[in-house]
C-alpha cells in the first residue's frame, strides 16, 4: 500500500516541478510549489501510517499551517507584481540578472 | 684642521653652486642670467682657487691633505671611507683640472649668452667639476670610480644638450654606451682586485702595498682590465668613436669635458695605478701601442676632417695616444706633463673654434670659413699661437712636453714606437695648419654675424699664455730646468739614459721636420682652393670604415636581435597568447552569462539539476556501499 502512496506522492512532485520551471505565469508557479508541498505531505503521512509513527502527521500538519500562511503572502505579492509591471508573466521579473547586456 | 675644510670646501663648492642653480631653474620663476652666471662663476672660482692654494703648499712644502668625510661602507671588518686625500698626484691634477675649469665657465658665460637653457647648462657644468674633483681626490678606487661614472653621466648630458635634435641625442647615447664597455673594464678590474686583497683594505695605499700577493697573470688580466676603462674614457683604439661624435655638444663643453679634463681621467688612472703597471709589464707595452696606434690613427683621420671640432676631437684622441705611450714605457710623469700642458693648447683650440662657430651664425665647415683673418683678428692670433704649441715648435710648453715623450720613447728602446710618435707629430702638425690656413689664410667668402663676446676673449688669452709658458714648470736639464714636476710628483717613474747630445739631436731633427711639414701645408693650402677638390671618398675620408664596421658587426646584429626579440617572442609569442586568453575568458563570460540571466524559474532548474546529480552520487554512493 506504501508503495503506491509513494508513486503518488513522486508523481505530484514531478508535476510540481515541471510546472515550476516551464510556466511563465506567476500564479500557477505558485500553484505549482502548493503542489510539491502536498506531494512532501503525502509521502509523509504514508510513511508515518507505516511505521506507527505520529510525528509524521505532526510534521505534516505544520506544513499546512506553513502554506495556508504563504499563501496569504503570495497574494498580497502578486497584487504588488501586478502593480509594478501590469503583467504576472515571470520572464518579466528578471532583476536579479545584469541588466547591461 | 683648516686643511681638511679647505678640501671639503674645494669639493662642494660646484656641487652647492650647481644644487642651487638646479633649484632656481626647475623652479619656473623668471630668474636673471645674471644670477646663474654669478652662482656658476662663485662656484668654480672658490673651488679654484683653492685648488690654486692646494698644489702651491703641496708643490713647495709637500704638504699632504688629507679629509676624512665619513663611512660609506662598514661589512664585517671591510670598511669604505669616503676619504679625500691630495697627494702630489691630485695636487697636480687640481692644478689644472680647476683654474681651466674656471676659466671655461667664465667662457661659456659668453658662449651661452641668451641660451634659453642657461640655466640647466651651468647645473650640469658646476656638477660635473664637482664629479672631476671626486674622481681626483678620492683615496680609493670606489670613490673614484663613483666620480668617473659621474663624468661620463654629464659627458652624457651635456653631448645631448640640445637634445630637440635627435642626432645629439643619439651621440650622448653612443658616448654613454661606449664608455659603459670601458666601465664594464674598469669594474671587472675592481672586482678582481677585491676578491683578491679586498680583506687589507681597499685604499691606494694598501691596494700597492698587497699588490706582491697577487699572482702574476692575475695582476696582468687586473691591469688590462683597468686600462680597459682608461681605454673608454680617455677615447681610444678601439673604443674612441664616442668623441668625435661628442662634439655635438655646446663648444664649452668640448673644451672643458672633451678635451682638457674628463678624458684625461684615463691617464690619470693609470698614472695613480703606476705600481700595478711597473709589474705588469706586457699590459704596459700593450698601452704603449694602442696608445701609439690611436695617435697615428687619429691623426691620419684628422687631415681629411672638415669640421673645426671633429678636427680637434680627431687631434685630442691623437695627443691622448700619445700620452699613453709615454706612461706604457713607464714615464709616467712625462705623460702628465704632456697632459698638463695639452688641457691648456687644447682648451684654447676649442674656446677659439667655439668663438668662430658663434661669429659666423654656427658654421662648423672649414670650407665655410675660409679666410676669416680680417674679421676675427684675436682670435687668428690665439688660434695661431694653440697650433703652433699643439705643433710642439720651440719654445711653446708642448714643445717641451711633446719632445719629452719623443725622447723617453727613443731612449727606451722601441724604436718601432719612436716613430709611430714621430709620424703623428708631423700628421699633427699637418692637419693643425691645414685648418689654420684653410681658415685664416684664404680669399674670403664669409662675413661675421656677431662681433666676439669680451667674456669669451679674456679666458682664451690667459689659456694662450699658460699654453705659452706652462712649459717652464718642466724644463729638462738641457735647458737649465730641473724637472721640477717630475720631482714633485715622485712617481714611480723608470728612468731611461739619455745623453744631450741625443736629445739636442732629436729636438732639432723634429723641429726641422715640423718646419717642412708647415712648409708643406703652407704651399698646399694658402690662399689655394685645395680644400674644396680633396674628395670625400677614400679609406682616411671615411675614418677607415671603423665606424662602419662597428655598425656592421655590433650596432646591426644587436639591433636585428632586439627587433627579433620585440616583434617575433614578445609581440607574437608572448602578447598574442596573453591576448587570445583574455579573449577566450570573455567568451567563457558570456556563455554563463546567458545561464546567469536573472529568471528565477531557471534558477530553480539549475538548483533541480543539482539535487539530481547529488541523490544520483548518493544512490551510487549506497550501491556500494551494500
Known amino acids: 500500500m506504501l508503495k503506491a502512496y509513494m ?48 510525528s509524521g502527521h505532526v510534521m505534516s500538519l505544520m506544513i499546512i499551517a506553513i502554506a495556508a500562511s504563504e499563501a496569504a503572502l503570495f497574494m498580497s505579492l502578486f497584487v504588488v507584481l501586478f502593480r509594478k509591471k501590469g503583467s504576472l508573466d515571470a520572464n518579466i521579473f528578471d532583476i536579479l540578472g545584469n541588466k547591461d547586456d | 684642521m683648516t686643511n681638511n675644510i679647505l678640501l671639503n670646501i674645494l669639493l662642494l663648492a660646484p656641487l652647492t653652486s ?17 644670477l646663474y652666471t654669478l652662482l656658476a662663476l662663485s662656484g668654480s672660482g672658490l673651488s679654484a682657487m683653492i685648488a690654486l692654494y692646494i698644489s702651491y703648499t703641496s708643490y713647495f712644502e709637500q704638504k699632504l691633505f688629507v679629509s676624512n668625510l665619513f663611512t660609506w661602507l662598514n661589512i664585517g671588518d671591510f670598511t669604505i671611507e669616503v676619504t679625500l686625500k691630495a697627494d702630489a698626484l691630485s695636487s697636480f691634477m687640481l692644478l689644472f683640472v680647476a683654474p681651466v675649469s674656471f676659466l671655461i665657465h667664465i667662457y661659456a658665460t659668453g658662449y651661452m649668452d641668451k641660451d634659453k637653457s642657461y640655466g640647466r647648462f651651468f647645473t650640469y657644468f658646476n656638477l660635473f667639476i664637482f664629479f672631476m674633483f671626486l674622481l681626483v681626490l678620492a683615496d680609493n678606487p670606489i670613490i673614484m670610480f663613483v666620480g668617473w661614472e659621474g663624468v661620463g653621466l654629464i659627458s652624457y648630458l651635456l653631448i645631448g644638450f640640445y637634445f630637440d635634435d635627435i642626432q645629439n641625442t643619439y651621440a650622448g647615447n653612443k658616448a654613454f654606451i661606449v664608455n659603459r664597455v670601458g666601465d664594464f673594464g674598469f669594474l671587472s678590474a675592481l672586482m678582481l682586485l677585491f676578491v ?27 691591469a688590462l682590465l683597468l686600462f680597459v676603462g682608461a681605454m673608454g674614457k680617455s677615447a681610444q683604439l678601439p673604443l674612441f668613436v664616442w668623441l668625435p661624435d661628442a662634439m655635438a655638444g655646446p663648444t664649452p663643453v668640448s673644451a672643458l669635458i672633451h678635451a682638457a679634463t674628463m678624458v684625461t681621467a684615463g691617464i690619470y688612472m693609470v698614472a695613480r695605478f703606476a705600481p700595478l703597471y711597473n709589474i705588469a709589464s706586457d699590459v704596459s707595452l700593450f698601452i704603449a701601442y694602442i696608445g701609439g696606434l690611436s695617435a697615428l690613427f687619429a691623426a691620419i683621420v684628422a687631415t681629411r676632417q672638415y669640421d673645426i671640432k671633429k678636427i680637434l676631437a680627431y687631434s685630442t684622441i691623437s695627443q691622448l695616444g700619445f700620452m699613453f705611450m709615454a706612461l706604457g714605457v713607464g714615464a709616467y710623469s712625462t705623460a702628465l706633463f704632456h697632459m698638463f700642458t695639452h688641457a691648456f693648447f687644447k682648451g684654447l683650440l676649442f674656446m677659439g673654434a667655439g668663438a668662430i662657430i658663434v661669429a659666423f651664425g654656427h658654421k662648423q665647415d672649414i670650407r665655410e670659413l675660409r679666410g676669416i683673418r680680417r674679421s676675427v683678428p684675436t682670435i687668428f692670433i690665439m688660434m695661431l699661437i694653440g697650433s703652433l704649441t699643439i705643433s710642439a715648435i720651440p719654445p711653446l710648453s708642448a714643445f717641451f712636453s711633446k719632445d719629452a715623450i719623443m725622447g723617453i720613447l727613443y731612449a727606451s728602446d722601441h724604436l718601432d714606437l719612436f716613430f709611430i710618435a714621430l709620424l703623428s707629430s708631423l700628421f699633427t702638425v699637418f692637419y693643425m695648419f691645414r685648418m689654420i690656413f684653410v681658415l685664416f689664410f684664404s680669399e674670403n667668402t664669409t662675413e661675421p654675424s656677431k662681433n666676439s663676446v669680451k667674456s669669451m676673449n679674456y679666458p682664451m688669452a690667459i689659456l694662450t699664455l699658460l699654453s705659452v709658458f706652462a712649459g717652464m714648470l718642466n724644463l729638462p736639464e738641457i735647458f737649465g730646468g730641473n724637472l721640477m714636476m717630475s720631482s714633485w710628483l715622485d712617481l714611480a717613474d723608470k728612468h731611461f739614459v739619455f745623453s744631450h747630445a741625443n736629445e739636442i739631436f732629436l729636438m732639432s731633427v723634429n723641429t726641422i721636420l715640423i718646419c717642412f711639414i708647415l712648409y708643406y701645408a703652407y704651399k698646399r693650402y694658402a690662399y689655394k682652393d685645395t680644400i674644396l ?78 539535487l539530481v546529480l547529488g541523490f544520483i552520487y548518493l544512490f551510487l554512493l549506497l550501491k556500494a556501499m551494500l
Do not use: C, W
Open chain 2, 196 to 222: 683578491e686583497i679586498g680583506h687589507g683594505g681597499f685604499s691606494y695605499d694598501a691596494i700597492f702595498f698587497n699588490l706582491s700577493l697577487i699572482d702574476t697573470p692575475m695582476l696582468s688580466l687586473i
Open chain 1, 7 to 54: 508513486i503518488l506522492s513522486i508523481i505530484l512532485f514531478s508535476i510540481g516541478v515541471i510546472g515550476l520551471i516551464s510556466r511563465r505565469n506567476i500564479i500557477v508557479i505558485y500553484m505549482s510549489i502548493e503542489l510539491l508541498l502536498n506531494a512532501v505531505n503525502l509521502s509523509l503521512i504514508a510513511i508515518s501510517g507505516d511505521i506507527g509513527n505520529a
Open chain 2, 533 to 610: 677638390k680633396e674628395s670625400t671618398t677614400g679609406l682616411v675620408a671615411n675614418k677607415f670604415y671603423i665606424d662602419a664596421l662597428y655598425q656592421l658587426i655590433i650596432v646591426k646584429p644587436l639591433y636585428a636581435l632586439s627587433f627579433f626579440f620585440d616583434r617575433k617572442i614578445s609581440h607574437d609569442l608572448i602578447d598574442t597568447s596573453i591576448n587570445s586568453m583574455a579573449l577566450n575568458y570573455k567568451k567563457l563570460g558570456k556563455l554563463f552569462a546567458f545561464f546567469e540571466n536573472g529568471n528565477v524559474r531557471f534558477y530553480a532548474l539549475y538548483m533541480l539539476i543539482g
Open chain 2, 18 to 34: 650647481a644644487l642651487l642653480i638646479f633649484l632656481l631653474n626647475i623652479s619656473r620663476r623668471y630668474t636673471k642670467q645674471t
